[in-house]
């Protein structure tokens, strides 16, 4: 199970960043977006962080030109037939990502395996409704996923052991860590992180005290990077709600269930960094 060729399912936040992880550590890579719009918006947030990481002085201008050409974009399914390894990184949708999976199972070599960066669907049942239920898994990265190190590697009693060997040394290959996980809702990070961040929001909202002071309270007290504000604005206050009402669904914990006031900014389209407005505001950033 030798992976020389990547497809990325989804070239938005996650899936352009493990794109160009991927092409940096030589992998030829193929990024598969729905339209041209949505490709070019990702390839270019690749090329941005390249050129970034030049100006840094963290990139060599040779590296950076030759991830570029490792990466290829596409619309098409096609383009990604002669993979040897699919990375989904599309919408937390069941039924999207099957439809996705089921155009790409009549296409790509039998040998290829599947994962899916779902931080919330049960690989299970996204196994179970493919042909290669022994050749399907999870590959969880973090955001953003160029500077973090972790990759969670999640097997389901169907996966076979040799293809979790291969992705084990394909995220080592690229640079990460991998840690083994059974598949569960959440897996490791966010089963820990979520109630913590949901429970931020509960204290600030229960008027303890204002958000900088929270942040600055677990950075500087605990050594974390960033504040859990900082944090939730980073990942989307949509994601973190949306993992939180997946985890309350399986658990039926009141400590998993998303906190009024997160609820309402999400219905306000206040999302984070991505709508420039979350708990703290980024217009012009
Ligand atoms: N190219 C190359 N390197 C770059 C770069 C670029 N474009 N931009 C930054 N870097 C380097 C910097 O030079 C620096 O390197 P150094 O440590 O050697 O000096 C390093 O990356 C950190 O960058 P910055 O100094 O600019 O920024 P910070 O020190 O503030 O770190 C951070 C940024 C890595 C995002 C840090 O704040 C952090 O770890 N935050 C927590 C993020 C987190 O918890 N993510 C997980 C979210 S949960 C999730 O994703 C799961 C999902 O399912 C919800």
Redesign the pocket.
């Known amino acids: 199970m030798e992976i020389k060729t990547v497809g990325v399912l989804g070239c938005g936040l996650?899936g352009s960043g493990i794109a160009q992880v991927c092409a940096a550590a030589g992998y030829k890579t193929i990024v598969r977006e729905v339209d041209e719009t949505f490709l070019n918006k990702g390839l270019g947030r690749i090329r941005?962080?390249?050129?970034?990481?030049?100006?840094?002085?963290?990139?060599t201008a040779d590296a950076r030109d030759t991830t570029i050409g490792n990466l290829s974009g596409s619309t098409t399914f096609d383009a990604l037939k002669d993979c040897d390894l699919i990375i989904e990184a599309i919408i937390e949708d069941l039924e999207e990502k099957q439809q996705t999976y089921t155009a790409l199972e009549k296409i790509v070599n039998d040998h290829a395996i599947f994962v899916s960066?779902?931080?919330?669907l049960c690989i299970t049942e996204l196994a179970a409704t493919t042909m290669r239920p022994d050749r399907f898994g999870g590959l969880?990265?973090?955001?953003?996923?160029?500077?973090?190190k972790?990759v969670e590697v999640v097997r389901t009693i169907l996966t076979d052991e040799a293809a979790v060997k291969a992705v084990t040394e394909w995220t080592r290959a690229v640079g990460k860590t991998p840690v083994q996980v059974k598949d569960s809702t959440?897996f490791i990070?966010?089963r820990l992180?979520?109630p913590y961040l949901l429970d931020a929001v509960r204290v600030y909202e229960g008027g303890l005290a204002t958000l900088e002071d929270i942040d600055t309270a677990m950075k500087l007290g605990c050594g974390?990077?960033?504040g859990p504000f900082?944090?939730l604005d980073?990942?989307?206050l949509d994601?973190?709600m949306y993992?939180a009402e997946v985890m309350f669904e399986e658990f039926r914990e009141p400590r998993y269930a998303p906190p009024p006031l997160l609820k309402r900014m999400v219905m306000a389209g206040q999302l984070g960094r991505k709508t420039g407005r979350g708990f703290y505001t980024y217009e012009g950033k």
């Open positions: 996650m941005k962080f390249l050129d970034e990481g030049v100006a840094k002085g963290k990139v960066n779902t931080s919330s969880h990265f973090f955001n953003p996923v160029p500077l973090m972790l959440a990070v966010n992180l979520v974390y990077p960033m900082t944090l980073l990942v989307g994601t973190a993992v």
